[in-house]
């Protein structure tokens, strides 16, 4: 029987960068996590337990690349762009299923699986174990390649990597404790810094152009968190448009006020993923931009309390 993965463990979002010879600090990659199943041949299992194998064809062979029989990996599945990690790129590939267009896009938009933890290997469960054992475990046995790399980790010193970050428009850092267990689920012995912040929202209906309208759960009612005009692409609005036909409602999903009388409504049922700057004082997304949809959030998670959250309040 195939080893159970373990649900992800999660980094508690705070507001300022650190240094501490106690901690370790890495990149914080704009990918989608998976964790890699690694025997005789590699599966690739999303956050929420889905089998994503499929959709990146050029990831099959990870298992080739390590010096063991089996071992589960935990890492990223990141597209770039200028050197840079593009989720509005990885998006293009993320819900493709059909071969012909999974292997036309895998040499148009390649991925690479950047690995930062190693949960399992050769039969024994790693995630009692410190991560800096895990770490010093992972780079032993872990072959590095075109299509898998390993996280570049620094310990101690977190406002420099921070700073290194943000120059080269990376999404922030990531800093674990180096005694810390491999804990499922939000963690304060990893934390995450970020140069900009992300949101979940749910989709409520779109303007003319493909600006949506965006808003989060407060309570059982849907509140407005301002339009996201940019970030898309040609093809994105094309996903979209097909997405909306199938949604479309005459009911409006928000009181309409003069900003939101020529809104198309849709229902409530597409989660987005914002790039922005910081929440206005009136609750608005400050600069945003479109990054992509996701399938693996209910829009009921998508809350307030959650939003002011990631903007770091």
């Keep these: 029987m195939a080893p159970k993965v373990p649900a992800p463990m ?12 106690k901690w370790a600090f890495e990149p914080k990659w704009d990918g989608v996590r ?19 194998t499929v959709a990146y064809p050029e990831l099959a062979d990870l298992h080739g690349s390590i010096k063991a029989k089996d071992a589960i990996l935990d890492g990223e599945i990141c597209a770039f762009e200028g050197g840079v990690p593009s989720f509005q790129k ?12 999974i292997e036309r896009l895998s040499k148009q938009i390649p991925v690479v699986y950047i690995v930062f933890d190693l949960l399992r290997l050769d039969g024994k469960d790693l995630t009692k174990k410190p991560y800096v054992e895990r770490r010093k475990l992972l780079d032993e046995v872990l072959k590095p390649n075109k299509t898998l790399q390993i ?38 012995a990893w934390l995450k810094v970020k140069t900009t912040f992300d949101a979940d929202v749910v989709v409520a209906g779109w303007r003319h152009g493909g600006t949506v309208v965006s808003a989060v759960y407060d309570g059982d009612h849907l509140r407005y968190t301002g339009g996201v005009g940019t970030g ?13 036909e199938k949604l479309s409602t005459d ?11 020529d809104v198309h409504w849709i229902r ?8 922005f700057r910081q929440l206005t004082g009136d609750g608005k997304l400050r600069a945003p931009s479109f990054k992509g949809l996701r399938d693996d959030k209910s829009p009921r998670e998508c809350t307030w309390e959650e939003l002011v959250k990631a903007s770091g309040g």
Excluded: W
């Excluded at 420099?160 to 939000?186: C, H, M, T, W």
């Excluded at 009911?251 to 009388?261: I, K, N, Y």
């Excluded at 049922?269 to 790039?275: F, R």
């Design 10 to 21: 999660l980094a508690t979002l705070v507001t300022e960068a650190f240094d501490d010879e």
């Design 34 to 52: 998976a964790a890699a199943l690694c025997d005789a041949k590699t599966k690739l299992v999303s956050r929420n337990g889905n089998d994503v």
């Design 90 to 101: 990885l998006q293009m590939r993320m819900h493709v299923r059909a071969p012909a267009e």
């Design 151 to 188: 996280s570049p980790m620094t310990i101690g010193d977190g406002k420099a990597l921070f700073e290194a970050a943000r120059a080269q428009n990376l999404e922030g850092i990531v800093a674990k404790r180096l005694d810390s267990r491999y804990e499922p689920g939000r963690s304060k």
């Design 232 to 244: 898309y692409t040609q093809r994105t609005l094309s996903d979209l448009r097909e997405r909306y």
């Design 251 to 261: 009911e409006p999903q928000l009181p309409v006020t003069r900003e939101l009388r």
């Design 268 to 275: 409530p049922e597409l989660v987005a993923i914002v790039e």
